[in-house]
């Protein structure tokens, strides 16, 4: 469990709370020590451009969202970055649960063990219980599910029993090869950025939160018409709630895939372009492979169908493509803040165009290996015979 942050902390901010942040940068090593030995008292600590130079610093290697400042989601990462395999003991807390580095590795070294932890994410919850137990069993401890000083030990005697790569990745591919090619039948939860009371990026008449509901409308047509369940996390009246609470019903929906959908705007700069973002932290082997495969698949497909500029694939960690079970990507779908990029989503023919690139990369990530097709050539219209072709080939 993550100690409460109360208050957003930002440059020009004092007081103990700013201390215990410097702190915890000291031990990432995003920030000197000296630089805490030269400050003043805890009560008096001041968040100064040292200090937010380190939390820039710190959210870029984990991928977070680089704004300096530290909310919720950033404490939280920082506050688990403390801890290794050992440092404490790691125990199941329901509705609580228990994140840290430390927990990354315990998921990362039960993965390599052959057992079944869930994602690499550096939450403690039901999956990772289960094959805690199941390892503790497995050795001969009693299953309770704590890992102490016996379960470590345990842990130092053994090799991993996955060899030729991740095994994450391993399982990850050779659970969508079993999944079969066909669209028919999946769950896939759209979640249109934004939404309520919050518009997201407002640019003249383009507003984020309906141009991702538009096309999140058009995407959910598109799906269903080859048999998809689409569940989408708010309606254009409603709000979805936080990235917390968007995984959280994702995760309800037991869905095979979580899309979320946005636009982007940059003041500073002429930035334009699309991008995609997947679930990727590197500093505890926590790595989507479906997911990367997926934003990369979306990336080719819209950007050849509307010209926008490719900005991209990138790894993150934002709580949505974090805390769901499944293989969740983000799209952002141009800046509304360049003027070319704002007259192509103003235009709804390029909100089609952009859909059937979704529509189209989703089912190239189930047909795996089989997927011979060239980027931009498939069009909606012919995925059910693409599929037929593709079965009749895999049969002859």
Not at 102 to 112: A, I, M, Y
Not at 265 to 288: C, E, I, K, L, M
Request: aromatic share 4%.
């Amino acid at each position: 469990m993550t100690p409460s942050q109360p208050a957003v902390l930002r440059r020009g901010d004092r007081g103990p709370a700013v201390a215990d942040v410097r702190d915890r940068l000291v031990l990432s090593l995003d920030l000197p020590a000296d630089a805490v030995q030269a400050a003043s008292g805890r009560s008096d600590a001041a968040f100064d451009d040292r200090v937010e130079m380190a939390v820039k610093c710190f959210q870029q290697r984990r991928g977070l969202l680089v704004d300096g400042v530290v909310g919720p989601v950033t404490y939280a990462v920082l506050d688990g970055s403390r801890w290794s395999l050992g440092d404490r003991v790691l125990r199941y807390v329901p509705q609580s649960f228990l994140e840290g580095d430390d927990v990354g590795q315990l998921q990362d070294r039960l993965v390599q063990l052959g057992f079944r932890p869930g994602k690499v994410d550096g939450i403690l919850g039901p999956e990772t219980l289960a094959a805690v137990h199941a390892f503790q069993a497995a050795v001969g401890l009693v299953p309770d599910g704590t890992v102490g000083p016996e379960t470590i030990r345990a842990f130092s005697r053994l090799g991993r029993s996955v060899t030729g790569g991740s095994a994450n990745a391993l399982r990850e591919r050779e659970q969508l090869r079993r999944s079969g090619h066909s669209l028919a039948g999946r769950v896939i939860v759209l979640d249109p950025g934004h939404g309520g009371a919050d518009p997201g990026a407002v640019e003249g008449s383009l507003t984020e939160a309906d141009l991702a509901m538009d096309l999140a409308s058009r995407v959910d047509t598109r799906l269903r018409a080859h048999g998809v369940r689409v569940v989408t996390t708010r309606t254009r009246h409603t709000d979805a709630g936080t990235d917390e609470d968007r995984a959280a019903f994702a995760n309800s929906c037991g869905a095979d895939l979580v899309l979320s959908l946005h636009c982007d705007s940059q003041r500073n700069g002429p930035a334009h372009g699309v991008a995609t973002f997947f679930y990727g932290a590197a500093d505890h082997g926590g790595w989507s492979a479906t997911g990367e495969r997926l934003a990369d698949l979306l990336l080719r497909e819209v950007v050849a169908r509307t010209g926008l500029t490719d900005c991209r694939v990138h790894p993150r960690t934002w709580p949505l493509l974090r805390r769901t079970r499944m293989p969740a990507v983000r799209l952002d779908f141009g800046y509304l803040t360049h003027p070319l990029d704002a007259a192509l989503l103003a235009d709804p023919h390029t909100l089609d165009r952009i859909a059937e690139g979704v529509v189209v990369a989703v089912q190239r990530l189930y047909l795996g290996d089989a997927d011979t097709t060239r980027t931009g050539m498939l069009r909606v219209d012919d995925l059910r015979r693409h599929l037929a072709e593709v079965r009749a080939a895999a049969g002859s």
